[in-house]
């Protein structure tokens, strides 16, 4: 019996057009079909089997999450078998080994009903040993040799996309300061200092100022702080203390003047939110959303947020920290 409501066909081409986006940009138009061609095949067999077979007896979520798992390790590994070097003969059948692993643990997985996370951590293992087991007997048949097997080992296309996005923000994060930088004045003595700025240039200057107070305070204190905070400003002020340069950037004047007006200006003493507080919030998220587009909505995020979304929708707390916490249950509920 069919799965009510699974539009596999659809869904398929649907993720392989989404996937065009991310194609690397210097990628050939060959290389861009394949990867293309590549996902929406297998998403494609993928929901179709699920569909068809009457013995798994999946529901609608369960379908469509475990279709986009594979499309998504679709277009990692091929993006990876492509930047390997490795001869385009061999490409498919290392992809079909993958596919079909990813079906068999994802399939088994949800039938034992796994949480979310662990399924994802066994399905990454799993993926990442097949491809290496997969190498490994390329050059045992002396179809490769020593050096193309290390260098195909090597590729992760999910590692540096994660890089690229933390790398994003954290220039993004930069320029945001670098435009709130005012034009320099003069101190009594002659000398030149910038002039604290005003509305949102004033606002990152005073994030940032605290950000550099922080680090030198004990996490526990810092933490307790940001609990007070904007959930928005709270991470702009985590992104800042990660800035190991932040100290040359921050004009002492201006600091100085921007920890005066926080003085008169502290956040409210707000209750921060507890664990199942939070873990409430991520679940009556779902009441709203499908697993699948939750998925979606979480696709480029680090692991370790997935992490916490998908154990809060188990009903357990992920250990990070709450205010990290915070920030992502209510940008998840910003985002549905």
């Not at 662990?118 to 020593?146: A, F, P, S």
């Amino acid at each position: 019996m069919a799965i009510p409501g699974f539009d596999y066909k659809g869904f398929a081409e649907n993720l392989a057009q989404q996937a065009q986006e991310l194609i690397p940009a210097d990628f050939n138009d060959v290389q861009r079909s394949y990867v293309a061609n590549t996902l929406g095949n297998f998403s494609m067999i993928a929901g179709q089997a699920l569909n068809d077979d009457p013995e798994l007896n999946f529901n609608l979520d369960q379908a469509m999450m475990i279709t986009q798992i594979i499309a998504e390790w679709s277009f990692h590994k091929s993006v990876d078998l492509i930047r390997s070097g490795i001869p385009q003969q061999y490409w498919d059948p290392i992809m079909q080994k993958i596919a079909f692993t990813i079906f068999e643990i994802a399939k088994n997985a949800f039938k034992q009903s796994l949480p979310q996370d662990q399924i994802l951590q066994l399905i990454e293992h799993h993926v990442k040993k097949t491809y290496l087991d997969c190498i490994g007997e390329l050059k045992q048949n002396n179809l490769i040799d020593e050096q193309l097997m290390e260098k195909a080992a090597s590729q992760s296309n999910i590692d540096a996309m994660m890089q690229q996005q933390a790398e994003a923000e954290q220039a993004q994060q930069q320029a945001e300061y670098n435009n709130a930088q005012s034009m320099p004045a003069q101190t009594p003595s002659g000398a030149p200092v910038a002039q604290m700025p005003v509305g949102e240039n004033a606002k990152v200057l005073k994030l940032a100022t605290l950000a550099l107070l922080f680090q030198k305070m004990k996490q526990e204190k810092v933490q307790s702080i940001l609990n007070k905070f904007n959930p928005d400003d709270a991470q702009s002020v985590i992104k800042f203390m990660g800035m190991p340069d932040l100290p040359s950037k921050v004009d002492p004047y201006i600091a100085m003047q921007c920890l005066q007006e926080i003085k008169t200006n502290l956040p409210s003493t707000s209750k921060p939110l507890s664990p199942s507080k939070l873990v409430n919030k991520i679940q009556n998220v779902s009441q709203y959303v499908q697993r699948p587009q939750l998925e979606q909505i979480l696709r480029s995020e680090r692991p370790k947020v997935k992490r916490f979304v998908f154990s809060a929708l188990e009903g357990e707390y992920y250990e990070v920290a709450p205010k990290v916490a915070n920030i992502i249950a209510t940008h998840i509920e910003d985002s549905v």
